[in-house]
């Protein structure tokens, strides 16, 4: 009764941020960047970006239904288990989970990637990681204070994001050709087919985080009614930005220039308004890359801890503070990305974590499919034929959406993803024990979480910018202080010191990257 009476009311989310958390948990920080990823097919993106919008709103259809019918949290988890089982719930969330913890560390790397453009000493690998790691415990601690700041603070971050992807949207037509995007409409050396589905490639990842809302729904206040809003209205939000703003760009850069750009948004903004705008768009880009880690942190707490609630995960993960937040989970996922964080420093642990990376944003698609093929399960007899049979068919065209990106992703990444989901079985026995243990001895999950946890991840949040402004000014010996010069943001480089481009990775995801890709088969 006490942790239903923490988290009522007024610490809850309302409409509007669940909203801004599923546009800008999609969008991410690779939304400034697909233009220029999208110029080496050509203009033709455009219908490729009609296809999977139709996909994106069937996904969003059905995440939403979902939630009106069972707004429990959890999202994906929650609707696999009840559908198919606690061995699906559990594999569900296991997935769900570790790719999230594992994609976030890029979100805080691409984050100060950006603010490297004002920040110089930010490209010396030991200060980008006391960034980061400053950055994830910041947000851990956002997080502990309770969803509502969560969502008051990313609604500014998004909104602060927004302003350059819309304004480019709505006032680059005025420097829009028509020439210059009929110049570039196929340049990929393909036919018009073939260049639609190497588009695919990209735009399919854009839509990633179309679950938030869901995954949420703890969290949100009257979630029956504000889930399935947040989760559609946060879709056409994404969809209006991603459309129009990589066609107006188009149209503004040639073609030849944008393939080779490192922030297209920028040059945009130098053409329309002069040099000094390339600067704002860099530090609203940082600002709409770093807010989303709140976001997608909200989520891996919230799902850890619906599945604990359940007996499908360890306890820790459902002890929770007065504002009902899983603190202590909070604070593992942090001390895990902290560690990762450390320990992809080198060149050839960075290799490796960018094919770990690659692989989590792959599993991030079983459950959706998942979902889709629930919502046949869940909404049966509980809304009229016609209904039912529309959800069914939006469901069927979403798991034909997801499967399509599985399709096209990278066979060996796709083969060790297949072996890991595999492996959950021998993990599931754990599982078991746990849920016996609970049942059987009457025990009751989670419960209070120590309030010293809090001060923890203020502490080291505080401790890590200490160092990293202290070996920014000139303490550690091997770094050369530089000035703040006016160049163009060079997060690409900075990026692949941790998370190498190796693939195209989703846009809107946690494993999103500001840096160029060229268009592969690959994920």
Known sequence: MSNEKAISGTHKMGLLPATLMVA??????????????????????????????????????????????????GGPYAYTRKAFGDYMGYQT????????????????I??????????PALKEPLILAMGSIAVIWFFAYANILGPKLVGRLQSFTTIIALIPIFGTALFGWFWFSGETYAAAWNVSGKSDTSAVMATLTFTLWAFIGVESASVSAGVVDNPSRNVPIATVAGVILASVAYVLSSSVIMGMIPNEDLVASSAPFADAARIALGDVAGGAVALFAAVGCLGS??????????SAKAAADDGLFPGIFAKVNRRGVPSLGLVIVAGLMSLQVLATMSPTASEQFGKIASIAVIMTLLPYIYSTIAIKVLGYRKMPNSQYTFFVV??????????????????????????????TMVFYSS???????????HLHPGGRAPVWVRYLALGVTI?????????????????????????PPDAAGTIEMIVPPAQPLPAGSATAQPAPVQPAPAQ
Request: one cysteine or more; hydrophobic letters at 55%.
């Open 394 to 423: 939006a469901g069927l065209v979403g798991a034909v959406y997801c499967m399509t990106a599985l399709v096209g992703s990278d066979g060996q990444q796709t083969r060790w993803s297949l072996i890991f989901v595999i492996a």
């Open 24 to 73: 800008g948990n999609m969008m991410g920080s690779g939304v400034f960047m697909l233009p220029a990823n999208l110029s080496a097919i050509g203009s033709i993106a455009l219908i490729g970006w009609l296809l999977t919008v139709v996909g994106a709103v069937a996904l969003a259809l059905v995440f939403a239904k979902l939630a009106a019918i069972d707004p429990a949290a």
């Open 110 to 119: 691409a984050g100060l990637g950006y603010l490297s453009h004002f920040f």
């Open 293 to 302: 880690l709140a976001g997608w942190t909200l989520l891996v707490g919230q």
């Open 431 to 441: 599982s078991i024990t746990r849920k016996r243990d609970i049942e059987e001895k």
């Open 463 to 487: 401790a890590a910018l200490v160092v990293m402004f202290w070996l920014s000014v000139g303490q550690y010996r091997d770094l050369n202080l530089r000035s703040r010069s006016l160049t």
């Open 93 to 108: 969330n296991l997935v769900y989970w570790l790719a999230n913890v594992v994609g976030n560390v890029a979100l805080a």
